[in-house]
């Protein structure tokens, strides 16, 4: 499927429930068109680095709301992929859409996040002599200095949404600690929180259950699957029964291609994701 390109309605401009154009409506520029229901698609995408082909034609779609996980060994290209969706590296050859319209190959990475595609590394980043809820004040979209976001008098919209994030993350009870004294789980679902309000329409997350405990593992589990519907999110993730949680589509990359793709029981009874991923 190729994305139709700038297309556009005469029907009257309607917001859905997440925030995104309903089928057939009008689009204002550089609004998410997600039309026909697929928010982020790569079509035979090539990367090389001296030689090394990262990515071989890699083609895959991701649908509004769904929650994909990305599995591999290393070397398959599944950091090299999410670099590409967010700027950081130039496809050699092939489409990166987000909606119908975006070309992130031509998008800068500050456009591409400002776009909504919020990305969160394996290790967490925060700003650890600040406190949880400041962590989260710093993160609302705003063109305001940190020192004035900081002091400036807070709306009532602003705080309602971090105490509802803060209740989302389950930090509520920690908004007055510092997050250096956090744990190393509470850190993660922190950072998460300052992607989430910024509102992306698209979250890629690169391992985020690595170092947790079984019980901060099981948190992030749930939710993630709360957040399956309001947000699209791709999670690049080694942890099998986590993702065997998750449920949902998965897919394996191998030598920067899709090698198999499907539910966690079919990828698991793939004879090649046991041969080169999984083991016998």
Known sequence: ?????????????DDSVNGVANLGHALTPGQLDISHKVILYLEEVTVSFDGFRALNNLSLS???GELRCIIGPNGAGKTTMMDVITGKTR?????VYFGQTMDLTRMSEPHIA???IGRKFQKPTVFERHTVF???ELA????KSVRTSLFARMDDATLDRISHMLQVIRLHKVADRPAGLLSHGQKQ??????????EPKLLLLDEPVAGMTDEETEHTAELFLSLAGRHSLV?????????????????????????????????????RVIEVYLGR
């Open 189 to 198: 679902w922190l950072e998460i929180g300052m992607l989430l309000v910024q």
């Open 235 to 271: 999670v690049v993730e080694h942890d099998m029964p986590f993702v065997t949680q998750l449920g949902g589509k998965v897919t394996v990359l191998h030598e920067g291609s899709v090698l198999a793709e499907g539910s966690m029981r079919d990828v698991q009874n793939h004879p």
């Open 114 to 116: 400002h776009a909504g």
């Open 62 to 64: 991701i649908d509004a």
């Open 91 to 95: 496809p050699d050859s092939g489409m």
């Open 134 to 136: 400041e962590n989260l």
């Open 140 to 143: 609302v979209k705003t063109n």
């Open 1 to 13: 499927m190729t994305p139709m390109l700038f297309r556009q309605s005469t029907q009257p401009l």
